[in-house]
């Protein structure tokens, strides 16, 4: 480059000579002392230097762009994490060189059926549990590929997560994805009576206690359990024994 450069100066010192020439060539024959010869040639020697000054421009850039070669820029400010390549190796062009993340941008991938992802969208707040860390955070959506794989009929979900120290890449998350509202009937587990297979709870009613048989869902995260039957909004019952 440095090369080119100096020729490139050579070549504008050559077009402005003949620049100056033409000048006084030009006005030799205006004062009728100069012949048109030799304005012609003044005329021809600066456009062939105009046109080598152009040339080795263009071979500056070229050896610029060369140059520019020699220099490997990350695409983003991050953390190398592997070397996949050793000084003084030769690598054909598109081969990974090195393996690297950025802390403050990692992203959480999931695969979501679709009847659920077609429902989210940019920006959308979800929760992320990390179980390593054993802790859930929040995350927002960040993109929605608009592809749905043919096989699992699933979409994928990538959740953009906050700076955090202890977030490596390659760590093991799951994303809840709301799959809509469900109303539930919460009730003390001490209010529940099992015999066998059944459920039973008391009733208060205006004639008194009634036993009455309900049907038990899952126990929730404060310890109640989700009656899916048996019993209304609004009723009484016994906690514990009556």
């Known amino acids: 480059m440095a090369q080119a450069r100096e020729s490139l100066k050579a070549a504008q010192a050559q077009r402005d000579?003949?620049?100056?020439?033409?000048?006084?060539?030009?006005?030799?024959?205006?004062?009728?002392?100069?012949?048109?010869?030799?304005?012609?040639?003044?005329?021809s020697t600066l456009q062939v230097s105009v046109a080598e000054v152009d040339r080795l421009r263009q071979s500056l850039e070229e050896a610029e762009t060369a140059l520019s070669y020699t220099r490997i820029k990350a695409p983003v400010a991050g953390r190398v994490i592997d070397r996949l390549a050793e000084p003084g190796d030769t690598v054909a062009p598109g081969q990974p060189l090195l393996r690297l993340y950025d802390p403050t941008a990692l992203r959480v991938e999931a695969a979501v059926r679709e009847t659920l992802?077609?429902?989210?969208?940019?920006?959308?707040?979800l929760r992320v549990e990390v179980?390593?860390?054993?802790?859930t955070m929040t995350g927002a959506i960040d993109e929605v590929v608009p592809f749905a794989e043919p096989g699992a009929?699933?979409?994928?979900?990538?959740?953009?997560?906050?700076?955090?120290?202890r977030l490596f890449a390659g760590l093991y998350a799951r994303v809840a994805i709301p799959a809509g509202d469900r109303a539930r009937l919460p009730l003390p587990a001490e209010a529940v009576t099992r015999i066998g297979q059944l459920a039973f709870v008391t009733v208060i009613e205006n004639a008194g206690a009634a036993r009455?048989?309900?049907?038990?869902?899952?126990?929730?995260?404060?310890?109640?359990?989700?009656?899916?039957?048996?019993?209304?909004?609004?009723?009484r019952v016994v906690v514990g024994k009556p």
Request: hydrophobic share 40%.
């Open 17 to 43: 000579l003949a620049k100056r020439e033409l000048d006084r060539a030009d006005k030799l024959l205006k004062r009728g002392v100069g012949t048109r010869r030799r304005y012609d040639q003044a005329l």
């Open 117 to 125: 992802a077609v429902r989210l969208k940019v920006g959308d707040v």
């Open 131 to 135: 179980s390593a860390l054993g802790d």
């Open 153 to 165: 009929r699933t979409l994928l979900v990538k959740v953009l997560m906050p700076s955090d120290a």
């Open 212 to 235: 009455r048989m309900v049907t038990v869902g899952e126990r929730l995260d404060d310890g109640r359990l989700d009656i899916l039957g048996g019993l209304k909004p609004g009723e």
